[in-house]
């Protein structure tokens, strides 16, 4: 075998950049940030960052998003911290032309969790806020206030959509959409997670039928709450199931 000479081969860099997802006031919205120097200097951007040479992904992951927002998600494969967070790897990118600095190739990560605080921004973000997706990804809609909403730096857009998707297709098929809930939850409440996330008005009662007739989906909690007006309703919490059979599949729209 011929010696590796490391010098024929050009250097690139490698980032984290992570799609953060949540409900909010119904609604599925995603983590931004203000991006406070060049490229792309005061346009909104995911939060992300270059990986460091002695950290794995998931750490550059958790790194970056704890300094550029103060927000803390967890890889479920470490120990539950409380905050019920989900983190798993989406996908690579590595069009050679996404980032005018140089060949730079990109882990995108996605990141759910339930009702999230209002983030604070840090590292290079000068300012950080949930915003609805269909704003992002529709800029042309319209930002707050009516304003022209700037379409997303780099190539964020389309990680953006990328993890949208998937966060729409894996509640159809696993539990992943209690990952939006509190511990303990009620079927309204996870309805209406499924409702944000997918786009559309569910049947109360279908829904009923079908979380609480999946075999390990849920399992009662203990109590009631009213939390959400009216009369008491059941409070559940997440199965052992992982994968949904039969699976909730997305309605067509």
């Known amino acids: 075998m011929p010696p590796y000479d490391p010098s024929a081969f050009p250097p690139f860099a490698v980032t984290v950049d992570l799609v953060v997802l949540t409900v909010r006031r119904h609604a599925l919205c995603a983590l931004v940030v203000r991006r406070g120097e060049p490229p792309f200097q005061g346009r909104w951007a995911l939060p992300g960052g270059f990986v460091r040479a002695d950290e794995d992904l998931a750490a550059a992951a958790a790194r970056e998003l704890v300094e550029e927002t103060g927000l803390c998600v967890h890889d479920p494969a470490s120990p539950d911290t409380g905050n019920g967070a989900h983190l798993e790897q989406l996908a690579t990118y590595g069009d050679p032309k996404r980032d005018p600095r140089m060949r730079v190739v990109s882990v995108a990560h996605l990141a759910l969790s339930p009702d999230l605080p209002a983030p604070r921004a840090g590292g290079d973000a000068n300012s950080a806020r949930w915003a609805p997706v ?118 067509e729209v």
């Open 134 to 251: 269909e704003s992002l990804l529709n800029p042309e809609s319209g930002g707050r206030e009516g304003e022209p909403a700037a379409q997303l730096a780099f190539d964020h857009a389309r990680i953006l959509a990328d993890g949208v998707e998937r966060a729409r297709s894996k509640i159809e098929y696993s539990s992943l959409a209690t990952a939006f809930c509190p511990p303990a939850f009620t079927v309204g409440e996870l309805r209406r997670v499924y409702e944000a996330v997918w786009g559309v008005v569910l049947d109360p009662r279908n829904f009923h039928r079908k979380v609480t007739g999946t075999p390990g989906f849920l399992v009662p909690a203990g109590g009631t709450t009213t939390r959400q007006g009216g009369r008491p309703a059941q409070l559940f919490r997440a199965g052992g199931a992982n994968l949904l059979n039969p699976p909730m599949l997305r309605p």
